[in-house]
């Protein structure tokens, strides 16, 4: 029997038929379809589908088996096949989404679990040892004793607010971690954010500026923030993302504070704020709580400075307006990169925690 | 001989492993093995690794496991070809590999 099963992969896209026949598939298996995914590793036997498997790029979801085919052979196929795809992509450090109930499950495909909203979903690397190496890097850097607060920001450019922000936390804290988004998906990239951030907090000094990582805002942890638009906010999924943050971030680095500003602009961020509470604050986890600190926005001439505002002005090439907005040293590299020639960009425009 | 790209060898099927291996960022060696016969075969499984491991001569890298049952042969020569690949090695010692 296994001689007739056959893999292939499927695009995204590429046959609107087979993508009815995973959807049918899915549902069977009481998950939806994902519009995220990129590509599809399917396998047949004969005409019918019997199982499939997505990766939107290092991530793993829609993970589907015909129930007549499970427990049989086919399951380790499918996870070595879908394995070898990801690998020719170049994807080796895996994450993957499933239901609690099957995690045990794809211990056999080499995953391990990262973190679990129960009842819902959970979140798997293929790494046993990933997140323990991270948090033993972090806790080379924790700052002992007092009270320690975080924030967690794209800084997609860093502006007044962002700095404000920091002050704020800085103040009433005896160390600030400050974490800045990896992941590549804004209007600036991850070196020139990191940069303008660190430059912009420098003269604060009870502070660490982080290095992102895949495991705090990334398309693995929280897909929806870097497709704005694409997608409504009730899709938005915060809770692995946060969970993650205070079961193995925060402990590491013995974090109890963790500092956001208000967001008046942005849906999502607006909706990650307010589910931060929740995560953080109230939620069961394994984790003592975190304190969500709200910190107001400042602002100029009665409206909110972002980070989002400074983008529109951009676009519309009003450099000067943006002046009163941003720290020189941010304004500097605008006029360097914008003086003259503008920047399009198609991509997302995550603003910030 | 150093790990210095990502590489794996093997598959998840019954009766084989998974090799996967990575550039160590201490110079270490580090070695993790599960299995779905830890507890009968583990000392076995990781005796095997470790020697493939010192007649290639690898000195640091980071190595994981993923065993469903193979063989010691099979063990070795997923081993080898996952550090082969992994150390991107060209010139074959073939008296390291028997």
């Keep these: 029997m296994p001689a007739e099963l056959r893999f292939h992969t499927v695009d995204a896209g590429e046959s609107p038929q087979e993508s009815k026949q995973i959807e049918q598939l899915l549902t069977e298996s009481d998950l939806g379809w994902d519009s995220r995914v990129e590509t599809f590793v399917v396998c047949r036997k004969g005409a019918a589908l019997v199982a499939c498997a997505g990766i939107d790029r290092n991530v793993v979801k829609c993970v589907a088996i015909s129930p007549a085919f499970r427990g049989t052979s086919l399951s380790l196929q499918l996870g070595g096949e879908l394995l070898k795809v990801a690998m020719e992509r170049g994807h080796f450090h895996l994450f993957l989404y499933t239901k609690p109930d099957n995690t045990v499950f794809f211990r056999g495909w080499g995953f391990y679990p990262l973190v679990e909203v129960r009842d819902k979903v959970a979140l798997m690397e293929n790494s046993p040892i990933a997140i323990r190496r991270y948090c033993s890097d972090l806790r080379a850097l924790r700052k002992h004793g007092g009270k320690i607060g975080c924030i967690v920001m794209n800084a997609n450019p860093f502006t007044l607010g962002h700095r404000y922000l920091a002050d704020v936390a800085a103040e009433s804290c005896d160390w600030l971690h400050v974490f800045i988004v990896r992941e590549e998906a804004s209007m600036f990239s991850y070196a020139e954010r990191y940069e303008l951030a660190s430059q912009g907090l420098s003269h604060i000094k009870n502070i660490t500026v982080h290095h992102g990582s895949e495991y705090i805002v990334s398309r693995a942890t929280f897909p929806s923030y870097f497709l704005k638009g694409k997608c409504t906010v009730d899709q938005c999924f915060t809770a692995i993302d946060l969970l993650l943050f205070r079961e193995h971030i925060a402990p590491a680095l013995e974090i109890t504070y963790r500092y956001v500003g208000t967001e008046p602009a942005c849906p999502v961020t607006s909706r990650y704020n307010k589910d931060m509470k929740h995560w953080l604050e109230t939620a069961d986890s394994r984790s003592p709580s975190i304190e969500v600190v709200v910190v107001p926005r400042i602002t100029l001439r009665g409206s909110p400075i972002s980070a989002s505002e400074v983008r529109r002005l951009l676009q519309n090439k009003s450099l000067q307006e943006i002046k009163e907005m941003v720290p020189e040293t941010t304004m500097c590299q605008l006029i360097n990169c914008f003086g003259d020639q503008r920047r399009e960009t198609e991509m997302t425009d995550g603003d910030d925690h | ?98």
Aim: aromatic share 4%; with cysteine.
């Design chain 2, 1 to 98: 001989m150093r790990i210095i790209t990502e590489a794996v060898a093997g598959s998840l099927e019954s009766s084989d492993l998974l090799v996967k291996v990575s550039p160590s960022r201490d110079k270490t060696l580090e070695i993790y093995v599960t299995s779905d016969v830890i507890e009968q075969f583990g000392t076995q499984i990781r005796h095997v690794v470790d020697d493939t491991l010192k007649r290639l001569a690898v000195t640091d890298g980071l190595i994981v496991i993923e065993d469903k049952g193979a063989l010691d042969y099979a063990i070795r020569a997923r081993v080898q070809t996952a550090v082969l690949r992994g150390a991107a090695c060209k010139e074959l010692n073939w008296e390291q590999l028997s």
